[in-house]
Every structure is written in C-alpha cells, then in structure tokens.
C-alpha cells in the first residue's frame, strides 16, 4: 500500500494552479469577486439558534474555504469586498441582511482576519493532509470566535460568559462537521492535482 502524497510546494496554494494565462491580474479578480459572491450565497444558509443572536450559516465555512484556496492576499481581498459591500447595503450577510454595527457584526470581521490567517497557513502546506487541514480549519475558527464573541458582547452588553455560551458554543459541533469536510476535500484536491502534474 503506498503512503504517498502529493508533493509539498510551499510557497502555492490551490489557486496558484490554475493554468497561467497572459493578464493574471484579471484571473486574481475573477478569484477576488468569487471568493466574495460564494462568500455572500453560503450566507443565506441561515439557521437560527434559540436564544442566541448568531445564526448557523455557511459564511464561516466559505471563508476558511476561500483563503485556503486562494492565500492570504486574495482570501483577505474577497472576504475585504464582502464586508465593504455588505456594509454599503447589499443584503448579502446571514439572514439578507445588511450593514455595520449588528450584534453578529464582529464575525464578518473575524472571517476576514481568518481568510488571511488560514491562506497564510495554506501557502506553508497546511492543506494538503487530514491533519494539518484539521489544525489550520481549528486555526481559522479560533480567529474568527476571538474577534466575533467579544464584539457580540460589546454590541449587546452581554457578560463574556453569555457571550461566550450565545455565540460560540452553540457552534461546535457545526464546525467540527465543516472541518471534517474541509478535511476531505482539500487534502483530496491536492492529490487529484498531483496525480494530473
């Protein structure tokens, strides 16, 4: 039984292996908008959660998704237009709605610092195994939880303890099942891409 995986190229990440064309700045927006489209479409899978303010959505999932595909630079980029967008009014945060200052607010700004974080990680190898997939998945929604349950009790004047008990544990098992999927399907996509290299 062989144990061998696709080779580690530091330094690239998924998108990096799109086949090069002449105007790659245009294929980095086309990436850039994407990121943030499927970023705004996961969003409206919206589940609310009795007696907590956050709803389960598949934002947080595309945006670990997006800077691990894409890297730091255009993870930060997509998950940057989603937010300004979402702020200028298009209703594209969980639920259709729109706007800064909201109770849940603070995690469209912890997913931004977590694409960043997560494509970072993704460009020293941190996708391309189950484990370090696991670790960089738990990584990115450590981030995302650091900005958005403090901001959630700012906004609401919750203690930390409620905060923490209304906007992140109700949250767990939800993401241990999108980490488990991050860790099929990335590993996955590396080695579909070096059996084809």
């Known amino acids: 039984m062989s144990t061998a995986a696709a080779p580690v190229r530091t330094g690239v990440v998924l998108a990096d292996l799109l ?3 002449r105007h790659r700045a245009a294929v980095d927006t086309a990436l850039v ?3 943030a489209a499927l970023t705004g479409l996961a969003a409206q899978i919206s589940v609310p959660i009795p007696g907590s303010p956050v709803p389960v959505t598949g934002q947080t999932f595309a945006a670990l998704l997006i800077g691990t ?7 930060f980029l997509s998950l ?6 979402g702020m200028a009014g298009v209703p594209w945060f969980s639920g259709g709605t729109s706007g800064a200052g909201g109770a849940t607010f603070g995690y469209v700004l912890g997913m931004l610092l977590a694409a960043t974080v997560v494509g970072a ?3 020293r190898g941190g996708d391309r195994s189950v484990l370090r997939t696991a670790g960089t998945m738990v990584v990115g929604s450590a981030v995302t939880y650091a900005v958005g349950v403090p901001y959630l009790a700012l906004s609401t004047g919750m203690s930390a303890g409620a905060a923490v ?4 544990t109700p949250f767990l098992i939800g993401d241990a099942v999108k980490a488990l999927l991050a860790m099929g399907a990335l590993p996955a996509s590396w080695k579909l891409l070096g059996r084809r290299g």
């Open 69 to 75: 595909a894409l890297g730091a630079r255009r993870g």
């Open 33 to 35: 908008l994407g990121g």
């Open 80 to 85: 940057a237009l989603y937010a300004v967008v």
């Open 165 to 168: 008990a209304a906007g992140l």
């Open 19 to 21: 086949p090069a064309v």
């Open 121 to 123: 990680l993704a460009r």
